[in-house]
């Protein structure tokens, strides 16, 4: 196995020269458990990122009812947020666990990127299954599926004036063709890495602020099981990165 990996093609850094990024995903904790710890660094470098969420996260506590839920797992994402220096969080209220992809979710997201106006644009994982190191196979949810191809979509969407005209008309966004970048997280096929050492720490204290969603996870000791689970995903990177704990992205250029 590690041979394999030792075989595989060297991860190129990503991009530095930027100054602000739009992370789209569809859960409170997608972004912790996928790539908090390059976050951290950028802002730490001076760049803008901030956070687009598809859902609130309702359906995620089966003990906690999803109206109760939303304002639960909305409070610890912010709270997350702000551990590594992200203070503007955005919901766009699309029903956890049947988001659609379709032509409103490529909208509401088109409308994100032409109001802040990202250079690059991060997501989640928009393929069938988690494979190879991250995960070994296991089938990908429908709502991280639908919100990183319309991620995907969605940057091509917000430059172009002639989709979407009513972003124009009636909210006043003028096309934005400024995205030079789409960088997915945990994705089986990456092509670039950044590295992880820097905000590693944090990215950890970040995850343990979802706190209940934890709890109702897992029976393990919550500190134990964010520290392994980052740590490890960190340094499965290691021998890609000329041996840096690092985080992964597949990087899709504009």
């Known amino acids: 196995m590690t041979e394999q990996r030792d075989q595989q093609p060297s991860l190129e850094p990503m991009p530095t020269d930027w100054r602000r990024a739009l992370a789209v995903v569809a859960h409170p904790d997608d972004l912790e458990y996928g790539c908090a710890a390059a976050v951290a660094d950028w802002t730490d470098g001076g760049r803008e990122v901030v956070y687009l969420l598809a859902t609130r996260g309702e ?40 988001v659609e992809y379709g032509l409103g979710l490529r909208r509401d997201i088109a409308a994100a990127i032409r109001r802040h106006r990202p250079e690059l644009v991060i997501t989640l994982n928009h393929r069938d299954t988690w494979g190879g190191d991250q995960g070994g196979g296991y089938w990908n949810t429908p709502d991280h599926k639908a919100v990183g191809r319309a991620t995907l979509d969605a940057a091509a969407d917000a430059g172009n004036r002639w989709i979407f005209p009513e972003l124009i008309s009636e909210q006043g966004l003028e096309p934005w063709d400024g995205v030079r970048w789409v960088a997915v997280a945990g994705t089986s096929t990456p092509t670039h890495a950044a590295d992880a050492g820097p905000g590693l720490e944090r990215s950890v204290l970040s995850l343990l602020e979802h706190k209940a969603y934890i709890a109702a996870l897992t029976d393990q000791d919550p500190e134990e099981y964010v520290r392994t689970f980052l740590t490890g995903n960190a340094e499965r990177v290691a021998p890609r990165f000329g041996g840096r704990p690092a985080v992964a992205f597949e990087v899709f250029p504009r």
Do not use: K, Y
Not at 59 to 76: K, N, T, Y
Not at 80 to 96: K, M, N, P, Q, Y
């Open 59 to 98: 359906a995620g506590i089966d003990s906690v009812a999803p109206d109760a839920c939303a304002s639960l797992r909305e409070a610890e994402q912010r709270a997350s947020a702000a551990v590594v220096g992200v203070s503007a969080v955005e919901f766009l209220d699309h029903r956890d666990g049947v």
